[in-house]
């Protein structure tokens, strides 16, 4: 039988091609789970006029201290008409809401009379 390489070399082209099988399937496993880990996705919505401090939490961006001025902000206030009436809150500008807004719920439409 024909062979293009000696005994020796053929050991080594083996052995090569299993390090390079093994290293691609290492980076494959890695890359799976880093997307696992590196990026959540919720799953929910919330009502920005019903939910708690700690349903706020849940959202991105939004921490402990943020999450109370909303709910005080809506204590104080009532209840919000629009989202874009959070970025009245202090910390909330047009990034950050942008950011949470596909996590909110739509708010039911607010019909005012005309005076």
């Known amino acids: ?68 001025e909303i709910t005080v902000y809506r204590e104080i206030k009532g209840p919000f008409n629009d989202h874009r009436e959070i970025m009245n809150v202090k910390g909330i500008g047009v990034k950050k809401l942008n950011t949470v807004k596909p996590y909110l719920r739509d708010l039911p439409l607010v019909f005012e009379p005309f005076n």
């Open 1 to 68: 039988m024909f062979f293009f390489f000696r005994y020796r070399d053929q050991r080594t082209v083996i052995l090569f091609l299993v390090f390079f099988f093994v290293l691609i399937f290492s980076f494959s496993v890695f890359r799976r789970e880093w997307n696992q880990d590196g990026f959540k996705e919720y799953q929910f919505q919330i009502d920005v006029n019903t939910a708690t401090v700690e349903e706020f939490l849940a959202l991105p961006g939004i921490g402990e201290k943020l999450a109370e």
